[in-house]
């Protein structure tokens, strides 16, 4: 009876490690899905949007200028954050305000990425905390589930004036 049930509890225990490696490795590398909050990606997504984030576009380095991503926070590490691509490693990038007279403009070190919200006037985005490392991106969001009359893929960046092609 002791054997029965010893072989029953390390049958489950073997199914649930089988398992719980096929899901970490379907959400680590495939992708999954992401509610989306704050309101630093307006109009582009509102706060409460459910998101749909593939995995493999950071492993094969495949991210452009323009692709939204989902970002470890650079500020805290704990939380991720949700930002347009505006510039890529070797990119010349506007590093002021649009309310600034006096424009700056920088470089994206090698292993970087610009990033910054499409509500430039309600977004903490590297405009503050600088470039970000390229290993901090987790994903690049493909299309938006919810609501339902926003599903599909999502629209171009109302910024898109902001990326600099020197």
């Not at 390390?10 to 379907?26: D, E, K, N, S, W």
């Not at 680590?28 to 992401?34: N, R």
């Amino acid at each position: 009876m002791i054997r029965n049930v010893l072989g029953k509890t390390f049958r489950f225990l073997g199914y649930t490690v089988q398992y719980g490696c096929i899901a970490h490795c379907a959400f680590e590398y495939l992708g999954g899905i992401v509610v989306c909050s704050g309101p630093s990606m307006e109009p582009t997504i509102q706060n409460s949007d459910i998101v749909f984030s593939e995995n493999l576009s950071r492993h094969f380095y495949c991210i452009r200028k323009g692709d939204i991503v989902i970002v470890k926070s650079p500020n805290d590490p704990k939380s991720n954050i949700c930002k347009r691509v505006i510039g890529l490693e070797g990119d010349k990038v506007c590093t002021s305000n649009p309310s600034d007279f006096l424009k700056s403009h920088s470089y994206v070190p090698k292993g970087h990425v610009w990033l910054e919200g499409d509500n430039l006037r309600n977004s903490t985005d590297s405009r503050c905390y600088g470039p970000v490392p390229y290993g901090l991106i987790r994903g690049r969001i493909c299309f938006k589930i919810w609501p339902l009359n926003d599903f599909g893929f999502l629209r171009a960046s109302p910024n898109s004036h902001r990326f600099l092609d020197d």
